[in-house]
Every structure is written in structure tokens, then in C-alpha cells.
């Protein structure tokens, strides 16, 4: 694929790419913004570096892509921008988000299309683990294939969220859980992805416990293979763009007790379906 208006450079061959020659933080012309879309839909992951975004300019570019989701039960880090996700550890985190492999909020009944994540302050280390799930499908066997198929599996918040269970700063908060296709058609390319992930996915509804929990733990490991992987080294005012249809992630917290400081912005999607 050739690209007229941005520079594309990947990171692996399976796995995501780096974008040049565009300021985010002003208006996209329709065609800078159709080969963003399309570099995202090629690599599952794309990330630019030295940009420099306000709130209101993060939350413009999310919009180009589609209405901009509020977290069910996250902290409101600022309250006048509900739809911002602040990401921050210092000396006195407990724990960080992202620590297990996942897809943003795949316990929505409608999970994030994708999410965008703006660091401001980077500590040394704290990179970010992705991993194609489109190449974690094609690699399976034809017959575990087919299983798949026809089976489903619920991703439920309670088990990624523990940790906000009984806070009460929000009066809207919730704990969705939901039953979603093992493996789920993408909307945009059509393509079959492998759709359980660590963080949330808790069972599988037709299978006995002991079967559930054995295939999910194959499946969990399945998907995190290396193989399928790219590794990205965030600088001070980078920007990562994934899109949860394709893809998992996870953050690698091996930086305490420096400091880490970004916003993400998450765009809502469709419900997951699988076109036989």
C-alpha cells in the first residue's frame, strides 16, 4: 500500500507502524484522514511521535473516527472532560492500568472501536506490549477453528475492575458484562479475529467449567505469543492509536516509582459478530 500524504514505517511485519509527517493537533484534509484510517486498519496499531495536543484537540481527533466512549467506572480524573481516561503511576501506585494482556472495555455490550492514548510524561521503560489478533486467529488449526466458531464467551468488568468495586465518586458507575462471539468478524475489513482476552473473559457459557477454563487458558496464552506481537518505546508527547476489533495490549510496568502521565481518548463501536 502507497500513502500520498504520510509517512508509514512498520514495526514488525505483523504488528503495527509508526506515522510521519502529520500534526495532529490540526484539521486532517479527508485524504490525510482516509490513510490514517487505512494505516490503522492495516497494522492494527499506529503511533506518531513529537505531537502536541490540548484536551479539546485529543478529543477532535477521536471524534474524526466516531463518538468518543465514557469509561463505565473509571475515576473521573477531569471531571469537565468525562470522556478523557487519565493514565498515571508515580511513587504511591499500587498498581497501573493495562498490567494484563486485554482489549479496552470488551465487556461493553458495544466494546470501543479503539483507543487513543497521549502520554505527556515518560519515565525509561514503561513500553507497550500489542498483539494482532487477526494473526492469533490464522494461526490456529482448521478444526479449533471451527470450534470456535460456534461458541461464545462473556467478558465480564468485575473481573478487570476489582479495584473500583466499592468506590463511590461516581453516581453513574457500572460493571457491564457481556457474552460476545470466541471469534468476531471486523466491520471494516472483514477479517476474522481470535475476541477472548485475559483482563476480562471470564467463561465459556456451553462448555463445562473445567472445559471453559482449560480452552480460555489456551486461547489467553495463544493470543499473547510473541509471534503476533510489536513492542512500542513511548518518548515524552507520543501518541499510540489501536483499534480493539483487531487487537490487545498490554502495559509493561517496570518503571516505579517514576513518574508516568497521559490521556486516552476511546471511540465506541458496534457489537461483535462473527459473518459465517
Request: net charge negative; glycine share 6%.
Amino acid at each position: 500500500m502507497t500513502y500520498s500524504t504520510i509517512g508509514v514505517r512498520t514495526l514488525t511485519p505483523v504488528c503495527g507502524a509508526e506515522i510521519t509527517g502529520v500534526d495532529l493537533s490540526q484539521d486532517l484534509g479527508n485524504e490525510q484522514f482516509a490513510e490514517i484510517h487505512d494505516a490503522l486498519m492495516r497494522h492494527c496499531v499506529i503511533f506518531f511521535r513529537d505531537q502536541h495536543l490540548s484536551i479539546d484537540q485529543h478529543k477532535d481527533f477521536g471524534r474524526r473516527f466516531g463518538k468518543l466512549h465514557i469509561h463505565p467506572n473509571a475515576k473521573h480524573g477531569i471531571p469537565e472532560h468525562p470522556e478523557i481516561l487519565v493514565i498515571k503511576a508515580d511513587e504511591h501506585s499500587k498498581r497501573v492500568a493495562g498490567e494484563r494482556w486485554h482489549s479496552d472495555v470488551s465487556c461493553d455490550a458495544e466494546p470501543p472501536m479503539g483507543s487513543i492514548l497521549y502520554i505527556h510524561q515518560q519515565p525509561d521503560g514503561g513500553d507497550t506490549m500489542f498483539a494482532n489478533m487477526y494473526a492469533a486467529c490464522e494461526a490456529l488449526s482448521a478444526p479449533m477453528r471451527t470450534m470456535l466458531e460456534g461458541l461464545t464467551a462473556v467478558h465480564d468488568s468485575a473481573k478487570a475492575h476489582p479495584y473500583r468495586m466499592g468506590a463511590k465518586d461516581r453516581d453513574d458507575m457500572a460493571f457491564p458484562c457481556n457474552e460476545h462471539p470466541i471469534i468476531r468478524t471486523h466491520p471494516v475489513t472483514r477479517k476474522k479475529a481470535l475476541f477472548v482476552n485475559r483482563g476480562f473473559t471470564t467463561h465459556i457459557p456451553a462448555l463445562k467449567r473445567e472445559e471453559s477454563d482449560a480452552l480460555l487458558e489456551m486461547l489467553f496464552r495463544h493470543a499473547e505469543n510473541p509471534l503476533f506481537q510489536c513492542r512500542w518505546q513511548w518518548s515524552d508527547n507520543s501518541i499510540a492509536f489501536w483499534d480493539n476489533r483487531s487487537a490487545q495490549h498490554m502495559a509493561v510496568w517496570d518503571y516505579f516509582p517514576q513518574k508516568r502521565y497521559g490521556h486516552r481518548v476511546t471511540v465506541c463501536g458496534d457489537r461483535p459478530f462473527l459473518d459465517a
